[in-house]
């Protein structure tokens, strides 16, 4: 009972020997006997090959996917046993391309989960405001907008302010920056570091992008297959010998727009 | 040029009774589509998630299109309660008719929005009931009613037929000028129902734009 409320206080979201597979004939296997903490406060990067199963590892934490083995906790409480809207409203999430609603503004994509969760006109018009300050773009200019009168830097501000909105203690985001041109792209990494310095929340974010991971992760999870291959902070990573990592790193040298 | 005079005396001698057909044809096209959206556009939120019944009820709404208007107005007439003469029969062929365009469009309006809005709107934890009436519908809204529109010129079109079953409209002068061989009646029937075709499909068209989004 002890050790129970003491791993709710230390990690926010615990994988204890989660597999998944897709529920067909093939029952292909997705993730395989992941085991993994997340303490509260870490940016926590999910590295790995398309396919290696992280966009899975994220859809397990916020219970749009269930594991087939093992538990997946949220707060202490496995994402079965949670009401997933519940949960979902308490976990910020953000997509390539943003996936903003297309028919609503800015500030009512920004302002989504708070009129949800029924905050009041003016409460959630206040906290639009603070959002879109907070990632740079001026409420008077942008609120107004629909989505398609944005650059594509815009639409991903806009993301991120909407999965902020309802303060979540959890963020996850799902290769956020990988549609975007290198310069935008290092302007929003640089941006979110500092912001995700300054709001203290737990974040989980998946990359195949070795150098993301080391300039935004306070530790990098390198997935192969579906398992955790290796996972250490960034300084530390960069000297493992593993092949996986190995690979990526060799990546380094030859991605397009090195300039490190 | 004497056709031409001869129909424009033809029209002003009997204005009343054009004017009256064609408020009887419009009468017959708008309970139609009424009742065709309001089976079609719930239907095709229904069958969105359900493959199986979107299979079938798409195949059944096809069928009903693929018979010859004349045949499905002379089918239903022995029918018990929907059938015999008069509007009430050419109601139900006309709603069978409307029923594939609206089903079809409302089906792939719904199904063809960007999977990462749908996914979004899941993760931020909305409830599949607010997905569909707060995303899915809205940006559906336009295809839907270009289906709308589509099944409403398709109506106005097979109403004419209707006249053959008793039910009035503008198809009355169209039979009896056939039968009279007379191109003024054949004309009364046919340019008013062309005329409200077009413009059904001017001002649907309008509607459509205005709910466009993107």
Redesign the interface.
Same mark, same amino acid.
């Given at each position: 009972m002890n050790a129970k409320i003491k791993n709710f206080s230390q990690n926010l979201i615990e994988f204890r020997d989660v597999s998944f597979h897709i529920n067909d004939i093939l029952r292909r296997v997705v993730i395989s006997e992941v085991s993994l903490a997340v303490p509260v406060g870490e940016t926590l990067v999910l590295l790995g090959r398309s396919g290696s199963g992280k966009t899975t590892l994220l859809r397990l934490i916020?219970a749009?996917l269930l594991p087939s083995q093992g538990q997946v906790l949220v707060q202490g409480r496995s994402t079965g046993e949670w009401d997933?809207? @519940?949960?979902?409203?308490g976990?910020g999430?953000v997509?390539?391309?943003?996936?903003?609603?297309?028919?609503f503004t800015v500030a009512e994509n920004v302002g989504?989960?708070p009129t949800?969760e029924k905050w009041g006109r003016c409460r959630t018009a206040a906290r639009v405001g603070e959002l879109l300050r907070l990632v740079g773009l001026d409420p008077a200019e942008f609120a107004d907008r629909r989505p398609?009168e944005l650059s594509g830097g815009q639409r991903q501000r806009v993301g991120v302010a @909407?999965a902020l909105a309802a303060d979540p203690p959890i963020l996850?985001m799902d290769e956020p920056f990988g549609a975007l041109d290198p310069v935008t792209r290092a302007e929003l990494q640089r941006e979110f570091r500092a912001l995700a310095q300054r709001l203290q929340k737990t974040i989980v974010f998946v990359t195949h992008d070795l150098r993301e991971a080391l300039l935004l992760a306070s530790r990098i999870v390198l997935l192969e297959a579906g398992r955790i291959v290796a996972a250490a902070p960034p300084e530390e990573f960069l000297r493992l010998e593993h092949p996986e990592v190995r690979a990526f790193v060799a990546s380094l040298g030859t991605a397009p727009g090195a300039t490190v | 040029m004497n056709a031409t005079s001869s129909y424009w005396s033809f029209l002003t001698e009997h204005r009343e009774e054009v004017w009256s057909a064609t408020a009887d044809h419009m009468t017959l096209v708008v309970i139609a589509m009424l009742i065709a959206i309001v089976i079609a556009v719930p239907l095709g939120m229904f069958i969105v998630q359900r493959p199986a019944l979107r299979a079938v009820s798409i195949s059944i709404a096809n069928i009903f299109q693929t018979i010859p208007s004349l045949a499905l107005f002379g089918l239903l007439i022995p029918i018990p309660f929907i059938g015999g003469i008069g509007r009430r029969t050419a109601i139900v062929a006309l709603v069978l008719y409307a029923l594939l365009p609206i089903l079809r469009n409302t089906y792939v309006g719904l199904s063809g929005i960007d999977s990462a809005v749908l996914e979004a709107a899941e993760a931020m934890g909305m409830t599949s009931g607010q997905i569909l009436f707060r995303v899915r519908f809205p940006l559906a809204l336009s295809v839907i009613l270009a289906g709308i529109r589509t099944a409403t010129i398709i109506t106005i079109g097979v109403a004419t037929i209707a006249a053959e079953i008793g039910a009035g409209g503008l198809g009355t002068f169209i039979f009896r000028g056939v039968a009279l061989v007379s191109d003024s009646l054949i004309l009364a029937g046919a340019v008013p129902a062309a005329l409200l075709a077009l413009l059904a499909d001017f001002l649907l068209g309008l509607l459509e734009r205005r709910l466009r989004v993107v």
């Open positions: 916020n749009m997933p809207i @519940r949960l979902r409203r976990i999430y997509i390539q391309e943003a996936g903003l609603f297309p028919h989504l989960v949800l398609r @909407r996850l | -």
